[in-house]
């Protein structure tokens, strides 16, 4: 698909979603009340018909205690990257609160994130500096990856509430070059288990204060697994195990979230590795100097 064509297509696709919801009416509200609940890093899920449309997520609520979502920064990523062959990278979730009763609830979501990049990177092929024009001057780089998550929550209190879950992610990739005309192609596969906690106290129906921990205790090594074949007579096949994400990642986050009639903003920066929620993965603690972010702005209805 060409680059601006892309660009312009998925603009129009947020513009459709963000009007034809806006249009709808809703009784629901956004304040900190029994009914109204944390939604993220929580058991709890939109109510039927209640719609979520914020900075990094868009939500709707299919039955009662199942809603779709989808985050927006993989789609985006579309709109500054042109060697995305995809629409930015699709994904999708699906939450379902299992049980909800008056102090305790349980649920589970899945999420499925894939995509496409393909760029032109052989200049043997294109010593001029043109296009590539066949498919084997290119270089590819698919990808897969799918986090399940369960949440638990409980309410100590009407102000006070702890909430438990974990997630595990599985990552698989696979990509192909040709330099030299020869052929290189393999995959990658990845696995990483999160166990996080969230200490919730409402000061009042507009501002709940948060404390954040997540730790990731297990990730596999990376196994990297491939073929080179330079002719048909000459080739090999290699195989590589390497550790490249460290077991003990952490993170501490103290935050905030404030809820209006409805508009929310959330808020928190805290010590540690930064967990990129939108797609289960984790960016170690040095690479953004040990500051782990917490940020959305939504409107909820």
């Given at each position: ?161 702890i909430h ?74 290699i195989g ?31 010590y540690g ?29």
């Amino acid at each position: 698909m060409h680059p601006s064509l892309r660009k312009h297509l998925l603009v129009a696709v947020i513009c459709t979603m963000s009007a034809g919801a806006s249009a709808m009416p809703s009784r629901a509200r956004a304040y900190h009340t029994y009914k109204e609940r944390l939604l993220d890093t929580t058991a709890y899920s939109l109510e039927r018909r209640e719609f979520r449309l914020g900075a990094m997520k868009l939500s709707y609520g299919i039955f009662k205690y199942l809603e779709i979502s989808t985050y927006t920064v993989p789609w985006l990523a579309g709109l500054f990257l042109e060697e995305f062959e995809t629409i930015g990278s699709p994904n999708v979730e699906f939450k379902s609160t299992l049980i909800n009763r008056n102090r305790f609830a349980l649920s589970v979501s899945v999420e499925f994130l894939w995509g496409r990049v393909s760029s032109c990177t052989n200049p043997m092929l294109n010593p001029d500096g043109q296009l590539c024009t066949t498919e084997a001057e290119f270089s590819t780089v698919n990808w897969l990856i799918y986090p399940i998550n369960v949440a638990s929550s409980v309410r100590i209190n009407s102000r006070i509430s702890i909430h438990i879950g974990g997630q595990y992610t599985a990552t698989q990739a696979t990509g192909g070059t040709r330099p030299f005309e020869g052929d290189i192609s393999g995959s990658a596969v990845v696995n990483m288990l999160q166990i996080y906690g969230m200490f919730e106290w409402r000061l009042s129906r507009v501002v709940a204060l948060t404390l954040t921990t997540r730790w990731l205790p297990y990730v596999s090594q990376t196994v990297v697994r491939g073929e080179i074949v330079v002719d048909d007579d000459t080739g090999a096949t290699i195989g590589i195990q390497a550790d490249i994400l460290d077991n003990n990642a952490f993170a501490v986050i103290p935050g905030a979230v404030f809820s209006w009639n409805r508009a929310n903003l959330r808020l928190g920066v805290g010590y540690g590795a930064f967990f990129v929620e939108s797609v289960g993965l984790v960016v170690p603690a040095s690479v953004l100097n040990f500051i782990s972010p917490e940020f959305d702005v939504f409107v909820r209805f």
